[in-house]
């Protein structure tokens, strides 16, 4: 049977900063002028997404991943016998913070 997965993963803001990078920001905060500390991080809200997907379509039993949402911030991945807890656990090593909204069956035709 497929199964669909659909997580959100955040590609900018707070949630997505290691522990060690909010240490660092809290910091420097103290020292330094505001906007000074909170430009734009280098890597693009686009760079991630695609690290995110690449990490979904190289994971055993994946047979499609979509973009969708209004920000374009939740993963569909559809597959059989696809682990979405793991699947969960490298998209936040790898990439940023993410979380599971729903597993289930498939709905589309085969």
Do not use: H
């Amino acid at each position: 049977m497929k199964q669909k997965i659909v997580i959100k993963v955040w590609t900018d803001g707070q949630r997505c900063r290691s522990k060690g990078m909010k240490i660092v920001i809290y910091v420097l905060k103290l020292m330094l002028p505001y906007d000074i500390i909170w430009k734009k991080s280098s890597i693009s809200t686009a760079k991630m997404t695609k690290k995110a997907m690449k990490i979904a379509v190289t994971s055993p039993g994946v047979a499609s991943v979509a973009l969708t949402g209004e920000e374009k911030n939740q993963l569909v991945v559809t597959g059989e016998g696809v682990d979405a807890v793991n699947l969960t656990r490298l998209i936040r090593q790898n990439v940023s913070f993410a979380e599971v909204l729903s597993v289930g069956l498939d709905g589309g035709k085969e």
